[in-house]
């Protein structure tokens, strides 16, 4: 298995819009994509930074992963994503390497991407995303 590359640190936020114009103001960025992604509860804003992203993540409800996570530990930092050439591949490696999965199959994600996560106890204590790219550095849908 082989990492891409840093797709994207997502942070959980209260306000999206806020924290949109937060970045807008302090860093003079603005998201090239914006969505709702009901399968995963939350909306989503990617603002670009380099050759990755920054996901914020606004829960859209408080019973969502990312709605617990804010009721439980506030704003900021939710997960770290890396792009990976073929997730199938990834994940038979990493369930064959004993790790602790949380998605034994891929789902689709934001930007229609194929993505799976990774439990925060297998490593670091810190939740990692799995997304599938396109050798041009799409997502893979």
Do not use: C
């Amino acid at each position: 298995m082989k990492l891409l590359n840093l797709d994207h640190v997502a942070v959980a936020v209260v306000d999206l819009d806020a924290a949109i114009a937060g970045y807008r103001k302090r860093y003079g960025v603005e998201p090239l994509h914006r969505e709702v992604v009901e399968s995963q509860g939350v909306e989503e804003a990617m603002i670009p930074v380099g050759g990755s992203y920054i996901q914020l993540l606004r829960p859209l409800g408080d019973d969502t992963p990312v709605g617990r996570f804010l009721a439980g530990k506030g704003e900021g930092l939710h997960h770290v994503a890396y792009a990976v050439p073929d997730l199938d591949s990834a994940l038979a490696h990493l369930e064959e390497q004993g790790a602790a999965l949380i998605d034994r199959e891929a789902r689709v994600g934001g930007r229609g991407a194929r993505i799976a996560f990774v439990h925060p106890r297998d490593l670091t204590g810190t939740l990692i995303e799995l997304v599938e790219l396109t050798a041009d550095g799409r997502p893979v849908s």
